[in-house]
């Protein structure tokens, strides 16, 4: 079965940090662009930060830069997004996705032009005193 799953979401206090992870099963990740995308109520989904599979080029939202770092660990078919500094504008339920490399940038996946191949299910972060 090919999916993607989140984990590491929570309830965060303001200034904490939280590491999700994006685990895939039934296929490896090596060969796709990931992306974390989140969305909070009422409002629309939007892209986080996304990272490359070929150089590990990432992109970031201006409004997480400097706060949130993705990564990839191919050996463990995991890519992870560390969010420091958490606000509570931040909470949302958060996604990773999967796009084919092919004929796309980072920044593309991120902007959410083109279309992804797979999502996961979301993870809720909920920052808050």
């Known amino acids: 079965q090919v999916q993607l799953v989140e984990s590491g979401g929570g309830l965060v206090q303001p200034g904490g940090s939280l590491r999700l992870s994006c685990a895939a099963s039934?296929?490896?990740?090596?060969?796709?662009?990931i992306g974390w995308f989140r969305q909070a109520p009422g409002k629309e989904r939007e892209g986080v930060s996304c990272i490359s599979s070929s150089d590990g080029s990432t992109y970031y939202a201006d409004s997480v830069k400097g706060r949130f770092t993705i990564s990839r660990d191919n050996a463990k078919n995991t890519v992870y997004l560390q969010m420091n500094s958490l606000k509570p504008e931040d909470t949302a339920v958060y996604y990773c996705a999967a796009r084919d490399p092919l004929g796309t940038t980072v920044q593309a996946m991120c902007v959410m032009k083109g279309r992804d191949d797979y999502w996961g299910q979301g993870t809720q972060v909920t920052v808050s005193s």
């Open positions: 039934g296929f490896t990740l090596d060969y796709y662009a």
